[in-house]
């Protein structure tokens, strides 16, 4: 049998974090269940020998410093984590994953991407940016079907958030409008990496390491039905007029 310890809450701030005395503890004994932590013990003891046991160098080196090569922005769905998916090795990778894998705008202000952005670029000095969308995305099938106007008086997160891609759901609406539901949300599913792409570089240390050659940003597409993924990268050129050019370069297909 597993026992539960309930603590009675107080305002006081100190109470916190006080020892607490057995006087002050009540214990619950619990009928015994499945532990839905039992599988991912087992799951970390293995990952533990075959990486920190088997490697210890490389785990000693992590302690000192991180040095990815890559800054990845992914979805939160549990279908397609971009560790699993792309085998990113611990050090490997600096990740954010949010509703839609959504990169707003520099303007939008701070949040936990943008966090995350100014970390992996200023203090990291990522080389590469990869933001990675997928297939059969309820972010976009949220953002596809929502309302134009937000109602203020039933505010939802959600709607708040994926909102962010309403350029991409524009243009899907225009160049796929008489197809299904379906097809359109998947056209918005890549339109939106394009649209993120493009945000990345409203963030002017983003705009100025790429000018510079010293960062490169990628889009990325998990069909995982099908288990395939497509890769493009951003191509951005400034003129001496302040204009802007766009472009994608090496596209490949990975099946």
């Not at 785990?59 to 410093?65: G, K, M």
């Not at 309820?138 to 109602?151: N, V």
């Not at 963030?203 to 010293?214: A, L, S």
Request: glycine share 8%.
């Amino acid at each position: 049998r597993r026992s539960t310890v309930m603590v009675e809450g107080t305002r006081e701030p100190s109470a916190l974090t006080r020892e607490l005395t057995d006087g002050e503890v009540q214990r619950l004994e619990e009928p015994s269940h499945d532990d839905p932590f039992g599988e991912l013990k087992s799951r970390f003891l293995s990952f533990k020998k075959q990486n920190k046991v088997e490697n210890p160098v490389q785990y000693h080196n992590l302690a000192q410093a991180q040095a990815p090569k890559f800054m990845v922005i992914a979805c939160a769905d549990s279908r397609v984590c971009p560790s699993s998916v792309l085998g990113f090795q611990p050090g490997e990778a600096f990740t954010i994953r949010n509703v839609a894998n959504l990169v707003p705008p520099f303007q939008h202000g701070a949040s936990e991407t943008s966090a995350a952005l100014e970390f992996a670029v200023n203090s990291l000095e990522v080389g590469n940016i990869l933001v990675i969308g997928h297939s059969l995305c309820g972010g976009i099938q949220a953002l596809m079907s929502m309302q134009e106007e937000i109602d203020s008086r039933n505010r939802s997160f959600i709607k708040e958030w994926v909102s962010i891609g309403k350029s991409a759901r524009l243009s899907t609406k225009a160049a796929a409008g008489n197809q299904s539901f379906e097809m359109q949300c998947r056209h918005c599913e890549k339109e939106s990496i394009n649209g993120s792409l493009l945000n990345l570089l409203t963030y002017p240390w983003i705009e100025r390491r790429v000018i510079e050659g010293k960062l490169s940003i990628h889009g990325g597409y998990y069909d995982f039905v099908n288990c395939t993924f497509e890769k493009w990268t951003l191509v951005y050129r400034k003129n001496m007029e302040g204009g802007s050019k766009f472009g994608i370069k090496d596209r490949s297909f990975w099946s």
